[in-house]
């Protein structure tokens, strides 16, 4: 299988006709899963056929600004139509400039110093929703509709850019948006003429077939599916909520596209190893099975996939193991229980659990607070013997950001010195979840009233390690600090 020729991966997906020619390929043919579209949207095709006589107009942009505030149910003075999401970004980030929170975060956004704070949600490239609480000055939307089957989330004194394009699966045909209370100080950066004539005149046939409600439930569905694809064949899978799953698959581009199949590198997030795959539709599915299966039925797929049942096969180092607290290694106590009044009560066998794999690996906590400090968190679970099996413990109120931002998580890797690769994180959560992915490292959902030494013992079996949940003789833990 000749993987050499296939061209290296773009910044934004969309690969499949530049990888179809180095192959020799029919672009025609190629199942390109690794751009995020709608699997199920209506023939947008068809319907420019139907409106080519409007590209001997010239645009006139503002009637559809009109219609989509009315599908989405916003004030149309707030609504400002684009050349695709990403003038919708340019623009808003030329007037308004700002930063991401942390990374990975969408290529687009900008990355200043200061200023106004991005977010996607769902977030690129983890897919996971943003949490109730979270907040931020400007959000890109582009894939909430297909997310929760509504326009917007709503949020009040906030930017918001989308893409209608990513909505209707018609990435060629270029029509974003901009929601905000002071919207003409993003128009007057637009150039003359931005949103083209057949763009706007299919826009209200588009419209008119909207169906977001059952386009989102077809998704969750499909994308369930496609998690049992590729975890049914021993691949390790990360799916939040977008219209995509991260495989943990170093070479699986490599390998797919030859039999036709592309799907996106997470290299450029800062993800080496990671592909995005796009949500297919049925038949799409079928596509890659068939692919991946005969991929996998050759002698020289890779190592570090081929049969894999969690990220990194064999060549997996975990060094450090760090946990979430609440319904992960205690019971969460009710919300608003003074700090003063809570109790540690640990899930079935945490504690023995514990006390077994602190023989060989570095333990730790992270944790999400309102008030309390790791200091506060360490003495709460004194008392239960837990404090002294940790030797590290971060919580959000210590560095400022609460998961799935990273910065807990790698604040415990730095005071470990341990990398990414060498660190699994354990947790109840979607926000857990996203943050291992946002740091890089390995992740075990736990949770469900269980103590989490059976699936963690699963995990680093997978990886050929002794969990140790068999203490050697003469062994000690090792010691909080």
Not at 107 to 120: A, E, I, K, Q, Y
Request: charged fraction near 20%; proline fraction near 6%.
């Amino acid at each position: 299988m000749m993987v050499s020729v296939v061209p290296g991966a773009g910044r934004h997906g969309g690969d499949g006709p530049r990888v179809a020619r180095a192959l020799g390929l029919d672009p025609g043919a190629i199942l390109d899963l690794s751009q995020s579209l709608n699997p199920f949207a209506p023939d947008v095709a068809s319907m420019a056929a139907r409106n080519l006589g409007a590209l001997r107009c010239y645009p006139a942009p503002w009637e559809g600004a009109g219609l989509l505030a009315e599908a989405m149910g916003v004030d149309p003075v707030r609504v400002m139509l684009t050349n695709g999401g990403s003038e919708a970004i340019a623009l808003v980030a030329a007037e308004v400039g700002g930063r991401v929170r942390s990374e990975p975060e969408f290529g687009l956004h900008p990355r200043g110093d200061g200023g106004p704070l991005w977010r996607s949600d769902p977030h690129s490239p983890s897919g996971l929703l943003a949490a109730s609480g979270q907040t931020a000055d400007v959000w890109d939307e582009a894939f909430y509709p297909l997310a929760t089957g509504t326009w917007s989330a709503g949020r009040q004194g906030v930017v918001v850019v989308g893409s209608l394009t990513k909505v209707f699966a018609c990435p060629g045909l270029r029509l974003g948006y901009v929601i905000a209370d002071d919207v003409d100080r993003f128009a007057r950066r637009q150039s003359e003429w931005s949103v083209g004539s057949l763009a706007l005149a299919v826009l209200p046939e588009m419209l008119e077939s909207c169906d977001l409600t059952g386009w989102s439930g077809s998704i969750a569905s499909a994308r369930r599916e496609l998690v049992e694809v590729f975890v049914g064949r021993g691949f390790t899978v990360d799916a939040g909520d977008g219209p995509w799953v991260l495989v943990h698959a170093p070479g699986l581009r490599e390998g797919l596209a030859p039999h036709g199949v592309v799907v996106r590198d997470c290299a450029s997030f800062g993800l080496p190893g990671v592909v995005r795959v796009a949500v297919p539709d049925g038949g799409g599915l079928t596509r890659l099975e068939a692919a991946l299966d005969r991929v996998m039925d050759v002698d020289d797929v890779p190592a570090a996939w081929a049969g894999a049942s969690v990220r990194g096969s064999e060549r997996a180092d975990v060094r450090a193991i760090v946990f979430d607290v609440g319904d992960t290694l205690v019971h969460a106590a009710a919300a608003g229980t003074p700090v003063e009044s809570l109790e540690a009560k640990p899930i079935g066998d945490t504690i023995d659990e514990l006390r077994r794999l602190a023989h060989r690996f570095r333990l730790a906590a992270v944790t999400d607070t309102s008030v309390m400090t790791s200091d506060d968190v360490r003495q709460a679970l004194a008392a239960c013997g837990l404090a002294e099996l940790l030797e590290v413990i971060v919580t959000s109120v210590d560095v400022g950001a609460a998961k799935p931002d990273p910065h807990g998580l790698r604040l415990v890797m730095e005071r470990l010195e341990v990398t990414p690769e060498q660190t699994l994180f354990v947790g109840d959560s979607d926000v857990d979840q996203g943050a291992a992915i946002a740091a890089g490292a390995h992740f075990v959902r736990a949770g469900g009233g269980r103590s989490p030494g059976e699936r963690v013992d699963r995990f680093l079996q997978g990886c050929g390690m002794d969990s140790s949940l068999a203490p050697p003789v003469g062994g000690s833990p090792r010691s909080a600090t």
